[in-house]
T-cell receptor
Framework: VRLVESGGGLVQPGGSLRLSCAASGFSVSSNYVTWVRQAPGKGLEWVSVIYAGGKTDYVDSVKGRFTISRDISKNTVYLQLTGLRHEDTSMYYCVRGGIFLYRGQGTLVTVSS | EVVMTQSPATLSVSPGHRVTFSCRASQSVSNSLAWYQQKHGQVPRLLIYGASTRATGVPARFSGSGSGTEFTLTVTSLQSEDFAVYFC?????????FGQGTTLEIK
């Protein structure tokens, strides 16, 4: 199992980014995949999930701003971040399932003017 | 949202001794409960999942038990490298949530 995130970077408040998570060793069409973030000095926070059947969900703090999706042909999951705020600054990890075991190395999102 | 409550906030224990961490869920999470260890500046390390299954490479002195709303993590014969912060996390109901953590310090 391998997950590789990309797409992070420095963005101004109100800006947008699209994070990608390329998976191998399992199929994103038959497993649920989550995005988890960790802000500097803070704990982990589960941000979004896309289930095997395609249903999605979000933590309240990002609802209406973040969108999770997937491309089964590429075995890749995406997280579109819009309306970014300073408090969204975090390392973002993509995770297979609901425990922090099979995860990528993370991609850093910094929201700053 | 399922609220996870850990107690106590801090434990002071001597090396070689046994320690038990407690975690309570505000509603049943079945056995969808994980324990993590985190040291300063590091990514959390998974210790236990499914309430009682040790992750690969975790020493046998770590054990988990419980189901529903009450869970415990026990560490026998504490080693110096075990002094860290321990978190529980439920993954039964979205959003998945963590407890606030228990700091294990050297007595």
């Amino acid at each position: 199992v391998r997950l590789v995130e990309s797409g992070g970077g420095l963005v101004q408040p109100g800006g947008s980014l699209r994070l990608s998570c390329a998976a191998s060793g399992f199929s994103v069409s038959s497993n649920y995949v989550t995005w988890v973030r960790q802000a500097p000095g803070k704990g982990l926070e589960w941000v979004s999930v896309i289930y095997a059947g395609g249903k999605t969900d979000y933590v309240d703090s990002v609802k209406g701003r973040f969108t999770i999706s997937r491309d089964i042909s590429k075995n890749t999951v995406y997280l579109q971040l819009t309306g970014l705020r300073h408090e969204d600054t975090s390392m973002y990890y993509c995770v297979r399932g609901g425990i922090f075991l099979y995860r990528g190395q993370g991609t850093l999102v910094t929201v700053s003017s | 949202e399922v609220v996870m409550t850990q107690s106590p906030a801090t434990l002071s224990v001597s090396p070689g001794h046994r320690v038990t961490f407690s975690c309570r869920a505000s509603q049943s999470v079945s056995n969808s409960l994980a324990w993590y260890q985190q040291k300063h500046g590091q990514v959390p390390r998974l210790l236990i999942y499914g309430a009682s299954t040790r992750a690969t490479g975790v020493p046998a002195r770590f054990s988990g038990s419980g189901s529903g709303t009450e869970f415990t993590l026990t560490v026998t014969s504490l080693q110096s490298e075990d002094f860290a912060v321990y978190f529980c996390q439920q993954y039964d109901n979205w959003p998945f949530t963590f407890g606030q953590g228990t700091t294990l310090e050297i007595k």
